[in-house]
């Protein structure tokens, strides 16, 4: 059973537009969540974070947002460069609640294109 | 360096090899995380150290792996009598302190070949 599920495989953006890359949890003991980028051959690079007593975290270009009611999270890149084209994962701990060990419980990923 | 460093990049093996997966974590980093990503999946957890003890290994898959960190940087993976569904990228992660608010920083991983 998937606890933290990406439902989109692939997502294509006009450069200069916004990219919005959506995910979904189920385990209501998460409360801190990440978003990590990769490129091909490479390990995933942290991007940006949000414990669960906020619902937004702004970054430069990059913004997450945190709906824990609905259990979904989302980031939001703008404006979308070609660079910016890599595979997105979002991942999921529970880093406060004092159970277990602060392991990443990550999604199958979203590869987005960022179309020049 | 400056990032999580992991060694060999590449291993080929074949079936019933022994094979050790090599990481050396950011300096200073007290928490260490070893992770298996399958074609297609997202990472998935196998076992955490912080400083030299392993705090978690429920997400070993079997016996035949072995991970540990005796002086609390370097790690390394040892799976025996490797078997084909053990072919997958091994990543190593590291975050400064032993708490659960910090993101973990991933080496470039091993690609492990079961022949």
């Known amino acids: 059973d998937q606890q933290v599920k990406q439902n989109s495989p692939s997502l294509s953006v006009q450069e200069g537009r916004i990219s919005i890359l959506n995910c979904d949890y189920t385990n209501s003991m998460f409360d801190y969540f990440l978003w990590y980028k990769k490129y091909p051959a490479e390990g995933p690079t942290f991007l940006i974070s949000i414990s669960s007593i906020k619902d937004k975290n702004e970054d430069g270009r990059f913004t997450v947002f945190l709906n824990k009611s609905a259990k979904h999270l989302s980031l939001h890149i703008v404006p979308s460069q070609p660079g910016d084209s890599a595979v997105y994962f979002c991942a999921a701990s529970s880093a406060y609640s004092g159970a277990g060990s602060y392991q990443l419980t990550f999604g199958k990923g979203t590869k987005l294109s960022v179309i020049p | 360096g400056a990032g999580v460093s992991q060694s060999p990049r590449y291993k080929v093996a074949k079936r019933g090899q022994d094979v050790a997966l090599r990481c050396d974590p950011i300096?200073?980093?007290?928490?260490l995380f070893w992770y298996q990503q399958a074609l297609g999946q997202g990472p998935e957890f196998l076992t955490y150290f912080q400083n030299e003890a392993q705090l978690d290994k429920s997400g070993l898959p079997s016996d035949r792996f072995f991970a540990e960190r005796p002086e609390g940087s370097v790690s390394t993976l040892k799976i025996q009598r490797t078997q084909q569904e053990d072919s997958a990228v091994y990543l190593c992660?590291?975050?400064?302190?032993?708490?659960?608010?910090?993101?973990?920083?991933f080496g470039d991983g091993t690609r492990l070949s079961i022949l």
């Open positions: 992660a590291s975050s400064l302190e032993a708490m659960g608010n910090q993101p973990q920083h």
């Open positions: 300096s200073g980093h007290v928490s």
